[in-house]
């Protein structure tokens, strides 16, 4: 029994043994397996460093290789860009140079040698400019002539071989107009002048934009400057946008020495040209070198430029805005820009005596001076101690050209009484008519600002011939049955005891027609023919001109083996022609040997052998209907107070009446008339007479409707007159009344009149809804009822009572009673519904 146990044990022992031995194999797997293993994981981890590595090292390479590509195309760019500038400056000179050989006259610049001596001398001056400059364009070229002229021609050909590159900075200013472009800087209360040196310091800079606006609480002046790296300013194609209180500055690069030191050289106005005053014409390739011409210009003050882009055309003048004084004419010409000489000094701004009063321009002073004081930006300030100071301060003032002064009294401790400005109403865009458009301050005591003065250009003497002129000798051709001094029986007067002393000037590009007369004038000068291109508006004065250009279409002149003549009319009325106005034949000999000019002037007696019928289309009228705020309504109640108006365009030269207008149901079942076919109203009590508002009639009156319509439908007649209609007389009972409804009396024998007269009339119409007093309003334009409480039961129309008697419901009414019947349905359907569910899921009761 013992060795069978023992043998048991045995046994045990055995498989403990070979267990423990299987357990030993099976954790020395494990052990060389996690080894193996970590070996793996370690060997793995060395390869994922090393990719990262050598990713790390990719990308390095992969960013500085980037960087060298962004530097190589920005050195391309650059490079691209400078070779850009480099063909404009060549095609710049080549047509400079261009100019220079079609301009040079040898033959007569052999007498003007006497201050050069030799050629050694020409030679040195420029090699003295070539080596300040560093930067010489050399072309080659050859003559060959004898003698003086030789020499001459050595002259000329250097000074076309040799042309010194050099530029300055400069600025060109535009004011109350903005252009788009990439501001890359902006910078708060920074004087203007600050804003312009950032600008001129900064390279990248090509435009800076400086505004101030007002504070509203107090007059204060709160500015902001924009510098910008690029600009549409540079682009003729571009149009600027009109922005208030805003300079804008555009730098430019003109090669000239000539150029001032004051913040900007010119005041540049988009699409505008001064027609008919050029002195001389040049052409070339940029607007910087128009503008440099002017600048350099030596036979007469350049005064304003004008460049044409498309034609590469650009005009100098001796004349602007102000010495034009009322000849000047700034009409609109896309594609041209015209540009005022800033760099003149003070004794040069005009032709004539510059002087400084308060502008004459039909605002009141004190207005003006308000409007200076608050958007004109401060140049210079000063503590004066009169006025005279001031003005004498604008007079000598150097930094920049003074345009006006405002003198704010005797001064007061140490605050500054004188305010300098290089503005005036010329360099508005709006002219005059944006004093009238200002709003004072909030905080306005209601003092004046003070004086305000600008300068003014007197005429120059007539014994005097301005530079560049070429002199006239003026011969009348008059009959010799009148008397030569200016009377009623002189062909130079008319049946008005107006009489005309005409004379021409000629010069190099225009013929210049100026009339003096012994009263003063209205009406219009143009040239036979063309009195839409070639004409001047003269208003209530007595000395006029009118610029004939001898070149292109718009005057017509005529030439002939150096004789150019035109027909000039003098025209009292803006439309038609009549017997009083005179009709003149004027003509320049221009003789190329001996460069005398002449001209002649033939009155023509009798204009009833011209047929001249110059009328626009008549603008189409409208009938706008106003409530007491002056605003446009289209649904009313019943007797609110209306404003019934009938408008035609304004600027036109017509006058209007209406007749025959009649009230309709927009049915048409019912038709009232409320004016007469003489103009007259028939009731004024419902519709009152029409009476003149500017270019528009208008009638107050209460609103009414139709019994069986709310729409009324107005229909008038409307006839025109040339200039202000005739009212109509009426007569209601024993009173009379005028009414604006009657055509203006014809003038006999009047065929303009007459055609007038003859035109179909113009019927024009307008509806509006007239609602009760107790319906809803449709719209927020309600007008609300003069009465007290808004509401009534009646509405008196004169001696009649209309009572409103079961008004028929409102659709909003009928809407809500429907959704409340909708409601009261499935309410009871609801409770229907659940009383029977309710019994049905009830138990069964029990009987005990």
Not at 186 to 196: D, G, K
Request: glycine share 4%.
């Amino acid at each position: 029994m013992k060795k069978s146990i023992r043998k048991r044990k045995t046994r045990d022992d055995d498989f403990s043994q070979q267990f423990s031995e299987f357990k030993n194999e099976i954790l020395g797997m494990f052990k060389e397996f996690k080894v193996f293993q970590t070996d793996s994981f370690t060997a793995i981890r060395q390869d994922i460093s090393s990719v990262k590595q050598q990713l790390d090292d990719i990308k390095t390479t992969t960013e500085r290789l980037t960087a060298e590509n962004i530097m190589f195309d920005t050195k391309i760019a650059s490079l691209t860009s400078t070779v850009n500038k480099t063909q404009e400056k060549v095609k710049s000179l080549e047509s400079d140079v261009h100019i220079l050989q079609s301009s040079v006259n040898f033959s007569a610049s052999v007498e003007n040698l006497g201050s050069i001596t030799t050629y050694d001398k020409i030679i040195a001056e420029v090699q003295e400019r070539t080596e300040r400059s560093k930067n010489v364009i050399i072309t080659g070229g050859s003559f060959t002539m004898k003698g003086d002229k030789l020499r001459l021609a050595r002259l000329s050909l250097l000074l076309l071989q040799a042309t010194v590159v050099f530029s300055r900075t400069a600025f060109e200013k535009l004011t109350d107009v903005d252009f788009s472009g990439i501001a890359y800087y902006t910078v708060r209360n920074l004087s203007l002048y600050e804003c312009q040196g950032w600008c001129r310091e900064e390279p990248d800079c090509q435009a800076a934009s400086f505004s101030f606006v007002l504070n509203p609480l107090t007059p204060v002046q709160e500015t902001r400057c924009l510098l910008q790296n690029d600009t549409q300013a540079n682009n003729p194609m571009a149009t600027p946008q009109r922005s208030v209180n805003t300079y804008y500055m555009v730098k430019l690069q003109v090669r000239t020495d000539n150029v001032c030191l004051r913040p900007w050289a010119f005041e540049r106005v988009p699409g505008k040209t001064l027609r008919g005053l050029d002195n001389s014409i040049i052409y070339t390739s940029t607007k910087e070198g128009c503008l440099a011409a002017c600048l350099n210009e030596k036979k007469f003050p350049c005064r304003s430029a004008e460049y044409e882009y498309g034609s590469m055309r650009c005009s100098l003048s001796d004349s602007d805005r102000r010495t034009g004084q009322h000849f000047v004419q700034l009409v609109d010409t896309p594609g041209t820009d015209y540009f005022e000489n800033l760099c003149l000094k003070a004794a040069q701004a005009c032709k004539g005596q510059r002087v400084f009063s308060a502008p004459r321009i039909g605002v009141a002073e004190d207005k003006v001076a308000q409007y200076a004081g608050l958007h004109y930006y401060t140049d210079k300030e000063l503590q004066v101690t009169s006025e005279a100071a001031c003005r004498l301060a604008c007079e000598i003032e150097s930094e920049f050209l003074c345009r006006s002064y405002l003198y704010m009294g005797p001064p007061h401790s140490a605050a500054y009484n004188c305010r300098l400005y290089h503005l005036d109403h010329h360099t508005l865009p709006d002219g005059p008519s944006a004093y009238l458009n200002a709003e004072r301050p909030l905080i306005d005591d209601g003092e004046p600002t003070g004086k305000y003065f600008e300068n003014f250009c007197e005429k120059p003497p007539n014994n005097s011939n301005p530079p560049g002129e070429l002199p006239v000798t003026i011969e009348h051709q008059q009959d010799t049955t009148t008397s030569s001094n200016l009377t009623r029986n002189n062909d130079n007067c008319d049946k008005t005891g107006t009489c005309y002393n005409v004379s021409v000037l000629c010069k190099d590009t225009r013929i210049a027609v100026q009339v003096r007369t012994n009263k003063p004038f209205n009406g219009r000068i143009y040239a036979l023919g063309r009195s839409e291109t070639c004409n001047i508006d003269v208003l209530n004065s007595d000395l006029f001109r009118l610029d004939l250009t001898m070149a292109g279409q718009d005057c017509n002149t005529q030439s002939a083996t150096g004789v150019y003549s035109n027909t000039v009319v003098l025209q009292h009325h803006s439309v038609v022609m009549t017997k009083a106005d005179k009709i003149y034949k004027v003509k320049c000999t221009y003789d190329m040997s001996s460069k005398n000019i002449t001209f002649g002037m033939v009155p023509i007696r009798d204009p009833d052998m011209i047929s001249i019928t110059a009328a626009p289309e008549a603008p189409p009228p409208r009938i706008r209907i106003l409530d007491a705020r002056q605003q446009e309504v289209e649904t009313v109640r019943i007797g609110d107070r209306l404003t019934f108006r009938i408008e035609i365009p304004k600027d036109t030269p017509y006058g209007i009446f209406a007749r025959s207008c009649v009230a309709m149901a927009k049915d048409s079942k019912s038709t009232f008339q409320i004016i007469d076919d003489e103009g007259c109203p028939l009731d004024p009590s419902i519709f009152p007479a029409f009476t003149p508002d500017g270019d528009a009639l208008q009638s107050v009156y209460e609103a009414f409707r139709f019994t069986e319509s709310y729409g009324v439908i107005f229909q008038c007649n409307v006839k025109y007159c040339l200039g202000p209609c005739e009212p109509a007389v009426c007569e209601w009972g024993r009173d009379s009344l005028e009414s604006w409804g009657r055509k203006k009396r014809s003038l006999p024998h009047n065929g303009t009149t007459e055609a007038h007269s003859q035109e179909e009339d113009t019927n024009i119409s307008q509806e509006i809804i007239v609602l009760d007093f107790g319906d809803e309003r449709q719209s927020t334009d309600f007008l609300r009822s003069d009465k007290p409480g808004g509401v009534a039961s009646e509405a008196n129309f004169g001696e009649k009572t209309v009572t409103i008697v079961e008004p028929c419901p409102s659709k909003a009414s009928v809407l809500l009673l429907g959704v409340a019947c909708a409601l009261l349905v499935l309410l009871y359907i609801a409770t229907i519904f659940c009383y029977y569910m309710r019994k049905w899921l009830a138990p069964p009761k029990h009987m005990s």
